[in-house]
């Protein structure tokens, strides 16, 4: 079963505008975190932000914010203020303990493109 | 800080043949390395954990044998894919785990894409 889900194939967005990604995931640790990072065109895994289960509030860092709704199980991403740069795959990912060691666990992943 | 690199960031090689990918933490040291595949247009999907001085440990449908990983140093793990075919053409990404970092804070290289004619 898929754990992370990505319904976003693509998303197009007008440069300056905010955009929200969506990432649902299912697991039935209590303990868990969520990651998103931005792959550009060179292929580098860029960390953009983590949610940590017990976090009270819902994880910041500069532009990009974790809309955290823990009782649906989702995790979406919001870029304020969106800029060219941005554009890029992003993918949402979970950690999750497995036969005693942590591992992370992809999305499929939102390709998104910013228009001028 | 915490930079991981990968060496080489891109090789072709001829079908049959083997290759070696290096995977380097840079400034700190590294007890568990992850070692991704990555198809066109498609996810992350791990293929193995390698942990300093033991044994890795593979995802299920990965074939250890062809796929061979070594864990030497708390800065250096390899990956070797053996008698690579076509199909092993793919975007091969190393992560390194900073134990004590932020939870579970996974640091990657750039990648290194395989072409194997």
């Known amino acids: 079963a898929q754990k992370i889900t990505q319904t976003q194939p693509g998303m197009f967005v007008q440069e300056k505008e905010a955009v929200t990604l969506d990432c649902t995931y299912d697991?039935?640790?209590?303990?868990?975190?969520l990651f998103w990072y931005k792959q550009p065109s060179s292929g580098e895994m860029i960390f953009l932000i983590y949610q940590g289960s017990y976090d009270q509030q819902n994880a910041t860092e500069g532009r990009y914010s974790l809309n955290f709704q823990k009782a649906r199980k989702s995790a979406n991403l919001v870029i304020s203020a969106s800029q060219l740069g941005d554009s890029a795959m992003y993918f949402c990912?979970?950690?999750?303990?497995?036969?005693?060691?942590?591992?992370?666990?992809f999305g499929q992943g939102t390709r998104l493109t910013i228009n001028p | 800080g915490a930079v991981v690199s990968q060496h080489p960031s891109w090789v072709i090689c001829k079908s049959g043949t083997s290759v070696k990918i290096e995977c380097r933490s840079l400034?700190?040291?590294?007890?568990?390395m992850f070692w991704y595949r990555q198809f066109p247009k498609q996810s992350l999907m791990l293929m193995a954990t390698s942990n300093e001085g033991s044994k890795a440990t593979y995802e299920q449908g990965v074939e250890k044998d062809k796929f061979l990983i070594n864990h030497a140093s708390l800065t250096l793990s390899t990956l070797t894919v053996t008698s690579a075919h076509p199909e092993d053409s793919s975007f091969y990404i190393c992560?390194?785990?900073?134990?004590?970092?932020?939870?579970?804070?996974?640091?990657f290289g750039p990648g290194t894409r395989l072409t194997v004619t």
């Open positions: 990912a979970m950690r999750e303990l497995s036969q005693g060691a942590q591992k992370l666990v």
């Open positions: 400034d700190f040291q590294a007890t568990t």
């Open positions: 697991t039935s640790d209590p303990s868990y975190g």
């Open positions: 992560s390194a785990y900073l134990a004590g970092g932020r939870v579970f804070e996974q640091y």
